[in-house]
């Protein structure tokens, strides 16, 4: 079985996007959180056979917002209490069986392509690991087929050292790994630029009839922006 997993917080202002919020405000950044995660569920609704809301934290507005937003089609699972190491490996233990596959994303990177979700799957038929690398130095994805402890072990999370260092584990122990095209977080202003492009792009192709919508919630939250961020492209 194959199984999606999101790691998703409740975006409540001043809680989530804190980098972001420097820039933005704590209201906006919350909004911009919302809506990534609204995108991210309704693309990756049939992904995988299974799909997974991780939330966080426990709570009954939590739970009310996630129960919403997952439909029929992602369960909710509320992540353990600890560091994100211990969170994923939460995760691990309590999805991975003898032949399952997982595969977790976060919430920051509402334009992930699903198709690299897919590769991510197909890359655990033969190895134990595989990683998605993110820009700032850490990975975006991360899947497994079965528990590997060294994987989240000694790891200075939230640094640019996560992906260096959680490659160097998996080379000392001796475990198989496929690394895939990286991706981006959307963790500062100049990553949600990066994005609005990637936006602007996708919104060009698709009335060309060269390519579907992407991310439409965050799109619209982002064309509510003029005037909050100075780097925003004044052509649009």
Same mark, same amino acid.
């Given at each position: 079985?194959?199984?999606?997993?999101?790691?998703?917080k409740?975006?409540?202002?001043?809680?989530?996007? *804190?980098?972001?919020?420097?820039?933005?405000?704590?209201?906006?950044a919350?909004?911009? &959180?919302?809506a990534?995660?609204?995108?991210?569920?309704?693309?990756?609704?049939?992904?995988?056979?299974r799909? #997974?809301?991780? *939330?966080?934290?426990?709570?009954? &507005?939590?739970?009310?917002?996630?129960?919403?937003?997952?439909?029929?089609?992602?369960?909710?699972?509320?992540?353990?209490?600890?560091?994100?190491?211990? +969170?994923?490996?939460?995760?691990?233990?309590?999805?991975?069986?003898?032949?399952?596959?997982? #595969? #977790?994303i976060?919430?920051?990177?509402?334009?992930?392509?699903?198709?690299?979700?897919? *590769?991510?799957?197909?890359?655990?038929?033969?190895?134990?690991?595989?990683?998605?690398?993110?820009?700032?130095?850490?990975? #975006?994805?991360?899947?497994q087929?079965?528990?590997?402890?060294?994987?989240?072990?000694?790891?200075?999370?939230?640094?640019?050292?996560?992906?260096?260092?959680? +490659?160097?584990?998996?080379? &000392?122990?001796? *475990?198989?790994?496929?690394?895939?095209?990286?991706?981006?977080?959307? !963790?500062?202003?100049? !990553?949600?630029?990066?994005?609005?492009?990637?936006?602007?792009?996708? +919104?060009?192709?698709?009335?060309?009839?060269?390519?579907?919508?992407?991310? =439409?919630?965050?799109?619209?939250?982002? !064309?509510?922006? =003029?005037?909050?961020?100075?780097? +925003?492209?004044?052509?649009?």
């Open positions: 079985m194959n199984t999606l997993v999101i790691m998703a409740h975006p409540v202002a001043g809680q989530v996007k *804190t980098r972001l919020a420097k820039s933005v405000g704590d209201t906006t919350a909004e911009l &959180a919302t990534f995660l609204v995108d991210l569920v309704a693309r990756l609704r049939t992904c995988g056979h799909r #997974v809301l991780a *939330t966080w934290p426990p709570g009954e &507005a939590a739970e009310a917002f996630f129960t919403d937003l997952a439909g029929d089609h992602f369960e909710l699972w509320t992540q353990p209490p600890g560091t994100l190491g211990d +969170r994923l490996a939460g995760v691990a233990t309590n999805f991975l069986d003898h032949d399952d596959r997982i #595969v #977790v976060g919430s920051d990177s509402p334009t992930l392509p699903a198709k690299t979700i897919e *590769t991510a799957f197909e890359a655990l038929d033969t190895a134990d690991v595989v990683l998605v690398p993110s820009d700032d130095g850490g990975y #975006v994805l991360v899947g087929r079965r528990e590997v402890p060294e994987l989240f072990d000694r790891i200075d999370w939230s640094t640019s050292r996560v992906f260096e260092q959680t +490659r160097q584990r998996l080379e &000392a122990a001796g *475990t198989s790994f496929v690394e895939l095209s990286g991706w981006y977080d959307i !963790d500062t202003l100049e !990553d949600l630029s990066r994005l609005d492009r990637e936006l602007a792009i996708a +919104r060009e192709r698709e009335a060309d009839g060269a390519g579907e919508r992407l991310a =439409p919630a965050t799109s619209r939250r982002l !064309d509510a922006m =003029p005037g909050e961020w100075d780097s +925003r492209p004044q052509d649009r």
